[in-house]
């Protein structure tokens, strides 16, 4: 009998499409015009500006410092010089301070870029300083700094790093190109990791709808004991930090917890390889591997794609529209968040590009909820939306907390199955986001 792979409770299947670019190679994509650096490409503080107009840039220069605790540096991409720095229009929908930087097409680098380095010859603390100095995020959408996530309060009491390569948002296919190509860069990050926390054990996880991936992986791994490859089931959202957690190694947290505290540690391979890319080959973080899909698309593609970049060159190397798109995401279908302008630039969080000739979303009714339980049922958080939207469309936040709604996790789940198409999601959304606001006012 085959055995049954990992996972948790609750969970939907949605239409993966990630046939359209999976089988495309990452492509080198070098920008035309001028390149725009926000300084808020992370949770925390935005970085403070370090450069003024006019100032020559190299590639690899720092030109944001991470400002307070929480917070990441921005690194230039390329050489050239300062046009300006100044609020610019983000994916976000906000305008973010930026630093704009003419692209002299030569990307000239700072001294000892790209060498390579032994990692096994560096200290914990110097690894750490590397990938802080680096500018490195969390590359699965959350984009918490780095640095500080692998610098728990004992390093001791970490018994698992989990390197998160499920990739179960729907269309996007970065990840999986990555593994792919660079097999070897997220072994080699996994290492650099583990070596910071003695007693930890090394994880792959990844979902089971990519067996070439996993045969490489575990091809890669056989000599290693530290490192185990997990095949997990493949539904959404498996990728998210408490599922995929909870299906390796059994472990259960809630909202009130991090992954530190019960002995865990979770990035994504994008990251990891970043890791890898910086500490032992001095490259900070500069680029995105980015999706470019959907059915509007002439010619979906995964680009390897400069920071900074203008989303609009992005899409024109893809072939541009096949028709116009009725709804452009930046990231997938399911956690991404829709765009209305291209001039805006690729970031560390720019997972991906889905373009679709039409946006169902906006052609749904919502009705009255009938009751019918499926929004429990594929709850990951084993929640109940039906009752969290009671509270929520009320405004009345004290009932949402006391049946644990801010356990939500945002994930869509309740919203894609809800036959009644009532935007549960948003709602929840909006309700822990009105409580987190009332909180930081009244500390």
Known sequence: MKKMA??????VHPYDGKELSMDKPIKDLLPKGELVFPLMQHL?????????????????????????????NVISSVSGTVKAVEPRLTASGFEVLSVVIENDNE???????????????????????????????????????????????????IDYFIVNATEC????????????????????????????????????AIEDNKPEAIKLLRKLTESESNIKVH????????????????????????????????????????????????VAESTPLLTRVTTVTGDAISEPQNFRVLNGTSMQEVIDAAGGFVTEPEKIICGGPMMGYAIYNLDVPVSKYTSGLLCLTT??????????????????????????????????????????KKIDGLECIECGCCSYICPAKIRLTQSFRETKRSIQRYKSVNR
């Not at 990992?6 to 969970?11: D, E, L, M």
């Not at 096994?120 to 990938?131: A, C, G």
């Not at 390796?248 to 917890?257: D, E, V, W």
Request: net charge neutral.
């Open 44 to 72: 925390g503080k935005p970085a403070t500006p370090i450069v003024s107009k006019g100032d020559y840039i190299l590639k690899g220069q720092k030109i944001g410092q991470a400002d307070g605790v929480i917070s990441a």
């Open 169 to 204: 948002e729907p269309y996007l296919t970065n990840d999986y190109r990555l593994i792919i190509e660079e097999a070897e860069k997220v072994i080699g990050g996994l290492k650099i990791i583990l070596s910071l926390f003695p007693n930890a054990k090394g994880i792959i």
């Open 107 to 157: 990307y000239k680098t700072v001294e000892g870029f790209g060498e390579k380095r032994d990692p096994s010859k560096l200290t914990k603390d110097e690894i750490r300083n590397i990938i802080k100095e680096s500018g490195i995020v969390g590359l699965g959408g959350a984009s918490f700094p780095t640095h500080i996530k692998l610098t728990p309060k004992d390093d001791n009491k």
């Open 6 to 11: 990992a996972t948790y409770k609750g969970g």
């Open 231 to 278: 095949a997990l089931e493949t539904k959404y959202p498996q990728g998210g930090e408490r599922q995929v957690i909870y299906s390796t190694t059994g472990r259960k947290m809630n909202s009130s917890l991090l992954p530190a505290d019960i002995g865990c540690l979770v990035n994504n391979v994008s990251t990891v390889v970043a890791i890898y890319m910086a």
């Open 359 to 400: 946006d169902e979303n906006a052609y749904w009714e919502q009705t009255s909820c009938i009751h019918c339980g499926r929004c429990v049922d594929v709850c990951p958080a084993n929640l109940v939306p039906q009752q969290m939207y009671k509270y929520s469309s009320r405004f009345d936040e004290e009932g949402f």
